[in-house]
């Protein structure tokens, strides 16, 4: 969808409500399910909203479109994100959203590539998407066609070698036709990033692996959209988006709490995150 | 004078031809392409040929990207790096979504030879056996690795081939009907069935004749698919002689042999003898030397006939 930023005052506001609409989503359906990982899918649900609303091309009616553009959700334990983003946008009811990890429900606690409409990876193990996203890119430009990969991985997965390997090779093939983001929250499953493997300068290392990089405020939507227009226009180099967010962003008691990697809200604390996160009438 | 062929060279070849016909064949390699031979298609197809170096776990993930994408790719190392380094990549990626990814892995076994232990495979088959939907061929020579290439090829999912360094005797020497799960008869026989993949074929070939000439009339199988393994033709073998010897050039743990004793255990409880690896890790030395020093020839192959027909004689005793 090809946008002007004079649009920016009506196409932003929306994809602000629908991104507070999909955080309520992810909250009652972790909590439905008992077990989940509402930090790192609260953190990436607004860049994900804009991808979903604004920049990419499918059809949810034949999800299997070849001109499609491919999201490729390599921080695959955010999938509640994932799931509320594809039920909004027509891909499967939203009732299913309930049936999140129950035993017959086709929303497993990881993306299976083959189960879910809409899914382009099945996720759990980290460091694999941009690699299968390089295969996807280099596919496409074998074939001349113009559909574009957008990969998202985490902060912490970074940590896995593999993430460097695909860096390495997407940048020496010049595919312009992949953008990677980085959920850049601070936070792994423990403790902080930094306190584990030390990222930073982050933006350095994937400028010194050939990628073009830009760093922004993942939470401010107009930012988003501006350096996802920006990635359009980048020839001859991949890109790589470094969002900085904050885990469990929305969610007050939520907020940079390591804890909300991978745990359930309980019944109370369900009731005062859809409290802040209520929808105005 | 018999003719032989490496497994490897005939994979060049045959992935040369397979490009042909096939337009959404593409090639992924680790920087082995030399050794492997995707070369050969790499010379003649260079834009549907890709080297992405030495990143096995990354090389086996974008042919999982490109055969969502349409492909139909081959990927190649060396049998210790995939699935040796990329395990995971193999099982979650290509496996549990049951992609079209075919991974061929050459220098298999303990004939690698002179580079050691480091090179020798003799894990491999034991560990893509385990994983679900994955199918796993072991050819016995030229002819057989082109037929089971196209097989995979024609074949809907992900396949696992490994195939040898050295040159090895040619056995189909009229062509090969391959197909994937169906075990080749070589040769029949009603005191013992030897059922064998890869190298160790012509090597039961050669232990059955020399078995003949005692009397033993040895029945040779060639199980090129050890996954799904041809369980009629197990149960046929058991039934019809009663003893069962495997070989292979790999562990006896987790490969063929263990693949048959399923079987045999579970359909037709009959004496089996398996030969290969005896759970211990390889080293420098020539290929002859080294089957010799690890029993992996005609002669412990026709030894192992002769203990399981003594069992078998004891069984019948009782």
């Known amino acids: 969808m090809k946008s002007e930023t004079s649009d920016r005052p009506q196409v932003v506001p929306k994809l602000q409500q629908t991104a507070r609409r999909l955080r309520r989503d992810i909250v009652e359906m972790i909590y439905a399910a008992g077990s989940g990982h509402p930090g790192g899918a609260l953190s990436a649900i607004d860049f994900l909203t804009a991808l979903y609303f604004y920049r990419m091309r499918y059809d949810p009616k034949n999800p299997k479109w070849p001109e499609r553009d491919r999201f490729l959700l390599s921080k695959g334990h955010a999938c509640a994100a994932l799931y509320a983003v594809l039920a909004e946008a027509g891909?499967?009811?939203?009732?299913?959203?309930?049936?999140?990890?129950?035993?017959?429900?086709?929303?497993?606690?990881?993306?299976?590539?083959?189960?879910?409409?809409?899914?382009?990876?099945?996720g759990g193990s980290l460091g694999m998407g941009l690699s299968v996203g390089l295969g996807m890119a280099l596919a496409a430009r074998l074939d001349a066609a113009s559909w574009r990969v957008y990969v998202m991985l985490g902060d912490g997965e970074c940590d896995?070698?593999?993430?460097?390997?695909?860096?390495?090779?997407?940048?020496?093939?010049?595919?312009?036709?992949?953008?990677?983001?980085?959920?850049?929250?601070?936070l792994q499953q423990t403790r902080p990033t930094e306190d584990t493997i030390r990222l930073e300068p982050l933006e350095e290392k994937w400028k010194a692996f050939g990628w073009d990089t830009m760093t922004i405020d993942g939470h401010d939507m107009i930012q988003i959209l501006d350096t996802l227009d920006l990635a359009l226009q980048q020839k001859g180099k991949p890109v790589v988006i470094i969002s900085r967010t904050v885990k469990g962003k929305g969610v007050s008691f939520m907020e940079g709490a390591a804890d909300f990697h991978g745990r359930a809200p309980t019944k109370d604390e369900l009731g005062q995150a859809l409290a802040e996160l209520s929808c105005p009438p | 004078m018999s003719q032989e062929v490496a497994t490897r060279d005939a994979y060049g070849d045959a992935l040369a031809k397979l490009g042909e016909v096939r337009q959404d064949l593409?090639?992924?390699?680790?920087?082995?392409?030399?050794?492997?031979?995707?070369?050969?298609?790499?010379?003649?197809?260079?834009?549907?040929?890709?080297?992405?170096?030495?990143?096995?776990?990354?090389?086996?993930?974008?042919?999982?990207?490109?055969?969502?994408?349409?492909?139909?790719?081959?990927?190649?190392?060396?049998?210790?790096?995939?699935?040796?380094?990329?395990?995971?990549?193999?099982?979650?990626?290509?496996?549990?979504?049951?992609?079209?990814?075919?991974?061929?892995?050459?220098?298999?076994?303990?004939?690698?030879?002179?580079?050691?232990?480091?090179?020798?495979?003799?894990?491999?088959?034991?560990?893509?056996?385990?994983?679900?939907?994955?199918?796993?061929?072991?050819?016995?020579?030229?002819?057989?690795?082109?037929?089971?290439?196209?097989?995979?090829?024609?074949h809907q999912g992900p396949v696992y081939m490994r195939l040898g360094r050295a040159k090895v005797p040619v056995i189909y020497k009229d062509g090969c009907d391959f197909k994937i799960g169906r075990a080749s008869l070589l040769r029949d026989g009603k005191h013992a069935a030897i059922i064998a993949c890869g190298v160790m074929v012509a090597e039961a070939l050669e232990a059955a004749d020399k078995l003949s000439s005692r009397g033993i009339e040895a029945r040779v199988l060639d199980m090129a698919t050890v996954k799904p393994v041809d369980a009629e033709a197990v149960a046929r073998a058991a039934e019809e002689t009663g003893a069962i010897v495997t070989a292979e050039e790999h562990n006896i743990l987790g490969g063929l042999g263990s693949a048959v004793a399923e079987v045999v255990g579970e359909t037709k409880p009959v004496p089996i003898q398996r030969v290969g690896i005896r759970d211990v890790f390889g080293r420098s030395g020539s290929p002859r030397e080294l089957m010799e020093r690890y029993g992996l020839t005609s002669k412990d192959i026709a030894a192992a006939v002769e203990k399981v027909i003594g069992r078998k004689s004891q069984l019948m005793r009782r």
């Open chain 1, 160 to 186: 896995e070698g593999q993430v460097w390997e695909a860096a390495m090779a997407a940048a020496h093939h010049r595919l312009d036709n992949l953008t990677a983001i980085v959920d850049r929250n601070g």
């Open chain 2, 26 to 154: 593409v090639v992924l390699d680790g920087d082995l392409s030399g050794s492997t031979k995707t070369g050969v298609f790499g010379k003649k197809f260079p834009d549907r040929f890709f080297d992405l170096g030495i990143a096995e776990q990354n090389i086996m993930c974008a042919a999982a990207g490109f055969a969502m994408s349409g492909k139909l790719p081959f990927v190649s190392t060396f049998a210790v790096f995939a699935p040796g380094r990329c395990f995971d990549q193999i099982r979650l990626q290509v496996a549990y979504n049951n992609l079209n990814v075919k991974i061929v892995t050459t220098h298999a076994g303990i004939t690698t030879g002179e580079d050691g232990a480091s090179a020798q495979a003799l894990e491999d088959v034991a560990a893509v056996r385990a994983v679900a939907n994955m199918t796993v061929i072991v050819p016995a020579d030229g002819p057989e690795t082109e037929a089971a290439v196209f097989a995979a090829a024609e």
């Open chain 1, 91 to 122: 891909f499967f009811p939203r009732e299913e959203l309930k049936r999140f990890r129950k035993i017959d429900s086709f929303l497993q606690g990881h993306v299976d590539y083959n189960e879910v409409p809409g899914a382009e990876m099945t």
